[in-house]
């Protein structure tokens, strides 16, 4: 069975979304997730949806307790997870409104857990291809026949926060030739393939960061603005493509049974 995991960043978090929503508490060894799961259905499909940053945007990136979140999307049953992103790009072909399905990270966070496994067991979980390319393949075809402006993949830095990049930092992402920067993608996605969970990527360029010549400085107040503009082009992709997902064997899955050293097996 196919049951679908909903990562919201600004919008996509709106419990709305779903039909016959009903509302779970739950708790995991890591805590407790970002917000109130939300259960229901999108065009028959059962679906979980979670707020990232809590349903007021009150916890910042460092602060999202990514452990808790995944383990109580896979305690749930998610077999996938959209995660939506607002980011800055990078490079001038990614232009503010665009959508963006990423296929590789480049880390660039300091204080994050990472890994399921903190004590007697080490997983070395391999991330050759961290984003499930099957979604991502279902992503970039239905975003084609929807006419939504995107780009089928893209290398995401991911920085601490909550701060934006100073323009030499910027400046410096842009040479090393990512196409987008933004605060929520690492350790998420890290931890979603130690689950043996698909995980994709909707990134949405909001603004230019501060790498092109005569920029004004990123602002939040613009960021959110842009987004919102735009974020119903996330929308209408997830509940166009949630009915199409149905692969239920891939390495994403697979991965986590050999990458497990020490312990008992």
Known sequence: ????????????????????????????????????????????????????????????????????????????????ILASTACGSLQEQIRPGDLVFLD??????????????????????????????????????????????????????????????????????????AEIINMSTVPEVVLAREAGICYAAIAMATDYDSWRAGMTAVTWEEVLKVFQHNVQKVITLCIDVIPKISHTSCFCREDIKTAIMGGSS
């Open 1 to 80: 069975m196919v049951r679908i995991g909903l990562i919201g960043g600004s919008g996509l978090d709106n419990p709305e979304l779903l039909h016959d929503a009903r509302e779970v508490e739950i708790q995991t060894p890591f805590g407790t997730p970002s917000s109130p799961l939300k259960m229901g259905t999108i065009n028959g499909v059962e679906v979980v949806l979670l707020a990232r940053h809590g349903r007021k945007h009150t916890i910042m990136p460092t602060n999202v307790n990514n452990q808790a979140n995944i383990w109580a999307l896979k305690e749930m049953g998610c077999t996938h």
């Open 104 to 177: 590789q990270f480049i880390d660039r966070t300091t204080k994050r857990k990472q890994t399921f496994y903190e004590s007697e067991k080490v997983c070395h979980i391999p991330l050759v291809e961290p984003f499930c390319p099957q979604l991502r393949a279902v992503l970039g075809q239905r975003a084609r026949a929807l006419g939504l402006p995107h780009h089928a993949s893209g290398t995401v830095i991911t920085i601490e926060g909550p701060r934006f990049s100073s323009k030499a930092e910027s400046t410096l992402f842009h040479t090393w030739g």
